[in-house]
């Protein structure tokens, strides 16, 4: 079943599994954004219990990242973590963590959960409006920051990494009327195109599905397999901007636990071997929103890319941004 009431009716229905028992991690590295509350968090204790050598948190709040280190450590008590600093609102901070991040002997899998929904228009650095500046702009420059330790990575071990980007099943839902603008993300700005609710929100998330799908089909999969997952609508701090109580209540009626959408973000980043480009919900792929898979959409998806890579080399100079080849 489809559409919105397919959505209500998995929400009610579908219960997301935890890694099958006889998954290993051992000898892994692996490297979560926002893991120190919510989904992120959720999924770093479901792979710590699967001993990895390493996990890396990049949060933005150091001390909040320690706490959590310490919680999973309590059950997990032999997993090496590296709580570092990292702020999607700073191309500073995205790069200097991407450079940590190089010094490692390999990083096996990189999960680019941190993520924010603003329900109300606010401009964030260099006047971008914030949903697309954390959401869009800051996922997108660490996933080619992050790319070269993948790629060389995969060459260390012999297999492929795998690099998984959180958008969000709303991405089927938003009218997205600025894809006619003669710049798309520019006109994203504007506070008169910002919509109600979540409409901005759900944007960005589509934006993350389009990009996704396009650094995929520009890296070699024998490398790195590149992804994207709906975790499911769950309980988590993304919604505390909420102010009407009306998402309480969805929640109540038809929210997944924090400990179930991480089911769903350890599965899409640890299992689908074969999936490259994929759009990953309900722990298996599925055809993304008819916009997305649209002529339209795939034209839409190759200006996204244009013109997020001009924006980025223009406002992040000390970035280096690989090449790829159009
Ligand atoms: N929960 C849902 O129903 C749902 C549904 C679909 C998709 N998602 C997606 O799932 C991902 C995780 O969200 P969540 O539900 O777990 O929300 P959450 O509980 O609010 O956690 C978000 C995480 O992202 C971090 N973060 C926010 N802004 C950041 C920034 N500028 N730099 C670095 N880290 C930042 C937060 O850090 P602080 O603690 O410092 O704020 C927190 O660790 C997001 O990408 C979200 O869009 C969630």
Redesign the pocket.
């Known amino acids: 079943m489809g559409g919105f009431f397919g959505f209500l009716w998995n929400q009610l229905f579908f219960k997301p599994k935890p890694l099958e028992a006889s998954i290993s991690l051992e000898g892994k590295t692996i490297l979560i954004?926002?893991?120190?509350?919510?989904?992120?968090l959720e999924t770093a204790r479901e792979l710590a219990a699967r001993k990895p050598s390493r996990l890396i948190f990049g949060?933005?709040?150091v001390k909040?990242g320690e706490a959590a280190k310490e919680l999973i450590q309590k059950t997990s008590p032999t997993v090496e973590i590296d709580v570092w600093t990292?702020?999607?609102?700073s191309y500073d901070s995205l790069v200097n963590f991407a450079s940590r991040v190089a010094t490692v002997d390999h990083l096996d899998y990189a999960l680019l959960?941190?993520?924010?929904?603003m329900m109300e228009y606010q401009v964030s650095d260099g006047g971008h409006e914030t949903n697309v500046r954390?959401?869009h702009l800051?996922t997108s420059l660490l996933s080619l920051l992050l790319l070269p330790t993948l790629q060389t990575s995969a060459k260390v071990t012999g297999k492929p990494c795998h690099l998984t980007i959180?958008?969000?099943e709303?991405h089927f839902w938003v009218p997205f009327h600025e894809r006619t603008a003669p710049k798309i993300l520019a006109r994203m700005n504007e506070k008169e195109t910002f919509g109600t609710a979540m409409q901005r929100y759900y944007t960005s998330?589509l934006l993350n599905v389009l990009w996704t799908r396009e650094l995929a089909s520009k890296v070699n999969d024998k490398q790195v397999r590149i992804n994207t997952v709906?975790?499911?609508?769950?309980y988590?701090?993304?919604h505390r901007h909420e102010s009407t109580g009306v998402i309480k209540i969805v929640l109540w009626l038809f929210g997944w636990t924090t400990e179930q959408?991480g089911h769903c973000l350890a599965d899409a980043l640890i299992e689908h071997d074969d999936s490259h480009g994929e759009y990953l919900s309900l722990q298996r792929t599925m055809r993304p929103s008819d916009f997305v898979a649209s002529e339209e959409g795939k034209a839409v998806q190759k200006r996204i890319w244009k013109e997020t890579i001009a924006l980025l080399k223009e406002e992040a100079p000390s970035a280096r941004i690989p090449t790829f080849d159009d």
């Open positions: 954004t926002g893991a120190n509350f919510g989904l992120g949060v933005r709040d909040k990292l702020d999607y609102n959960n941190a993520g924010i929904k954390i959401n800051g959180v958008s969000s709303g998330k709906n975790p499911g609508f769950c988590s701090g993304l959408g």
